[in-house]
């Protein structure tokens, strides 16, 4: 029995943050794909920016749209004050999506509320309204059992602040300090100290937490779960088109332009000759850095192509500029923009390698792509993305900082050589190839993720709605 003959609706949740929107819109296209009818309520942010590109009134209208107010002004600088837009978050914008879903309870019968992980307080929004609730884990399930490891057993993490010292957690290679995600460190913003402890505490609440990862990927992790609070993958979730499939239900939110003649660029290159940069869509590096990457970048001799986004505005770091003499000397070599559609380059056969700063969906993009790493992570759970890169996916490298607290130019030009040319070279590929295929054979029929994705469709069926609460669960 297909979705479409037992009238799921899903109503999905998430504040209008780019890396918090994309996952749900993958996640909500697929459903939508699989017959489930969905309704996705993000903030006002997500409303004003699609008017400003003009995407609000042609979007495809499978997914039905509504807004909520995150209790700030549409001009209140979020980044700048994060930590009393959390507070907004947990508090007004919990009030609003109530009411939000009051209305829409009206006329619809939702099956599940999925609520974005580093939302959690919306659980209780779903437990209010009687309806069952699922989280939607978008990191690596690494972090997700490291953080769960972390609030539940703390005695399994000794001192945080020796350098030397060692953590060993089910399913998991050896960790070292340096590997953790910086948002557990005493020294870290104790706004997401706390926020990730309340995700913890919510996971008692839900019936389902679902995964972006790939089972194959992180098995002996997703396994060492399942008797606690099991993650369901369903991943990989990216686009269809990094699986070589269509996209079918058009749908976009866009916040920059890709400058898509790099694309053009990239055909007039040898296959697997050309070294992609970026940095995702925060990093703002430092001068130093720009220095080094630059200096490394021309020294290794290779073709490259690097994304130097500039900072958004309102932003209080000192942001470095690209050397005036790697602008002169670069010409007929490499070339750089300010946004690319990411997804597009790594797919391109001219691609060899990608210098990432291991963020969760580049991280997710290069391995569904196939394309090796050289891996410079700097905080959150990029220092587990990064470890996870070398030391369990093996695809890659990992280029570390020197006494000065920056990568030196001569580590960036020795670690693209490496990667590209090395004697590891050409086992990095072949893992990397492996690894790609494992993540299509996931999404098809009889893989892991499509056999997750159809049992969480079938229990949400089931489940009669305005049950009692979640609670209890
Ligand atoms: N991205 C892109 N164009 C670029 C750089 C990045 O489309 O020029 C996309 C990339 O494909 C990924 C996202 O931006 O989906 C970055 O997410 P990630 O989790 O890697 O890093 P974050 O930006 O959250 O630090």
Redesign the pocket.
Known sequence: MSADDREVHVLMVTAAMQ?QL?PMLRFAKRLVSNGVHVTLATTELARQRMLKHNTLSSQNTTIQLEFFSDGLSLEFDREKNFELFVESLRTKASRNLSYLVSNLTKNNNFSCMIVNGFMPWWVDVAADHGIPAAMLWNQASAIYSIYYHYFKHPNLFPDLENPNGIVELPGMPLLKIEDLPSFIFPTENACMTKLVSEFVQYLDKVKWVLGVSVYELEKNIVNSMASLTPILSIGPLVSPFLLGKEETVPFKVDMWT?EDYCIEWLDNQLPSSVFYV?F????VLSQKQMDNIATGLKKSNKPFLW?A?PPEKGCEMKAGELPSWFLEEKEGIGLVVK?????KVLMHQAVACFMT?C????TL?TVVAGVPVIAYPEWTDQLTNAKLLTDVFKVGVRIRNGEDGVASAEDVERRIVEVIDGPGAVEIKKRAMELKEAAKEAMEVGGSSEHNFNQFIDEIARKPCHTESTHDV
């Open positions: 890396g994309n890709a970026s995702g869509s925060m990093k994304v986004k946004w690319c559609s990411q997804e700063h963020g969760w969906s580049s993009e």
